[in-house]
């Protein structure tokens, strides 16, 4: 998973379900995540430290962090040439978090597999289609 993604996670801990901001019904592609992971390499490196701090908001749901990143101006140009809205870009984002720290902790052995079903089980329809994504291409977890 790129740095990008994992100081979001660290940042949220374990709260996303709570987030206001429905990411959870956003359905991912490869080639969208492909596009939010070079947008956020290019955005990181443009804009660096700045971006970084102020990303790391504990705080964080999706619509705070497509107004962030709409308050950067570096970012819109990327995101244009990548094909994405802010907004696109933080659901994405967010999305591709929640998947992939649950196919990171259903990846540890020491996971209960009985309670990961029983979790898999509440996340509606798109978050579960994300996870199998991940789960098919773990190479998108870098």
Sequence with gaps: MSRFLVV???ALGLAAPAVAEDFT????SVATIQKVQSASKEI???VGKKYEDNKADENMDAARFAKFVDSVPEAKPILAKHGL???????ASFAMMEA???VMLTMDPKADQKEAAKLMATYPAETRANIE???RNPQLLK
């Excluded at 019904?25 to 991912?28: E, T, V, W």
Aim: avoid cysteine; aromatic fraction near 14%.
């Design 8 to 10: 979001i996670v660290l």
């Design 25 to 28: 019904r956003y359905a991912l």
């Design 44 to 46: 990181e490196k443009k």
């Design 85 to 91: 809205s802010s907004k696109e870009f933080a659901h």
């Design 100 to 102: 992939g720290l649950f």
């Design 133 to 135: 994504l991940l789960r």
